[in-house]
């Protein structure tokens, strides 16, 4: 039995960062309408004015999905934690992790890069690493 505890301890980071994530996505959706009027100052100095409804509606969006994705890949990772207590799922595992990794990476628009980073090495780690087979001894003593 091969202990896997350095993908175990990652995969946790992991979750505990997504979840973080989830947390982000939902300071974002509790902005106030001065934090966008101030956000609006800054682009009109800019030259790009937008109206605040529109910038509050994108704001909620990318906030909701911020904590949709966050919490998607939160689950695959815990899921991905439960299968590695046996070898014979450490590949399932490896490619929950994987993929949970690509959804971060596409759902953030790569904002979440540490997790997406964690997750990438766990799931090759989980892939690779084989365990060890005992070196036969020979029948015949020398």
């Known amino acids: 039995m091969m202990k896997r505890k350095g993908e175990k301890v990652m995969g946790i980071i992991s979750i505990v960062l997504n979840i973080i994530g989830v947390g982000f996505g939902a300071l974002i959706l509790s902005l106030d309408s001065s934090s966008y009027e101030q956000f609006n100052e800054i682009l009109k ?8 409804e529109t910038l509050q509606a994108a704001a909620n969006a990318f ?17 991905g934690v ?6 014979r799922r450490a590949v399932i595992s490896g490619i929950l992790f994987l993929v949970s990794a690509v959804t971060l990476l596409i759902g953030t ?32 003593p020398s």
């Open 82 to 87: 439960i299968f590695l207590k046996t070898n």
């Open 63 to 79: 906030g909701i999905q911020f904590m949709v994705v966050s919490a998607i890949a939160a689950v695959l990772t815990l899921v």
């Open 45 to 52: 100095e800019e030259g790009e004015a937008l109206p605040i």
């Open 109 to 140: 628009v790569g904002l979440a890069f540490v997790p997406i980073i964690l997750l990438i090495v766990i799931g090759l780690m989980a892939l690779i690493r084989k365990p060890k087979t005992e070196a036969h001894i020979s029948e015949y």
